[in-house]
């Protein structure tokens, strides 16, 4: 199992900036794409961003031009630089990964525990 672990969440007022971390403890598998997703209470799971081992990143539209993803696989960590921060995303941010064991090629999601994100008026 790849464990992750989330760091970074918590209260910030309305346009300010929090950065969000996580690790990947992943033996004995290859990490394809990390990424960020949200889930606001009422509200179903978003898919914010992915980076891939190649760099190509995805930023959904909801988010673009206020977050940002950077990661670093060779230390398989994942960050979320968001600023001009809204009460709308307050959130539970929660960590992802896509990742195959060595030597086969059946793709897995696993999940952090998730952080919350809380935008004040």
């Known amino acids: 199992q790849v464990q992750l672990v989330e760091s970074g969440g918590g209260l910030v007022q309305s346009g300010g900036s929090l950065r969000l971390s996580c690790v990947a403890s992943?033996?004995?598998?290859?990490?394809?794409?990390m990424g960020w997703y949200r889930q606001a209470p009422g509200k179903q799971r978003e898919l914010l961003a992915t980076i891939t081992t190649e760099n190509k990143i995805n930023i959904a539209d909801s988010v673009m031009g206020r977050f940002f993803i950077s990661g670093d696989y060779a230390k398989n960590t994942v960050s979320l630089q968001m600023n001009s921060l809204k009460p709308e995303d307050t959130a539970t941010y929660y960590c992802?990964?896509?990742?195959?064991?060595?030597?086969?090629?059946?793709?897995?999601?696993?999940w952090g525990q998730g952080t919350q994100v809380t935008v004040s008026s």
């Open positions: 992802n990964v896509v990742a195959r064991r060595y030597g086969r090629s059946k793709v897995l999601n696993f």
């Open positions: 992943r033996p004995g598998f290859i990490i394809d794409v």
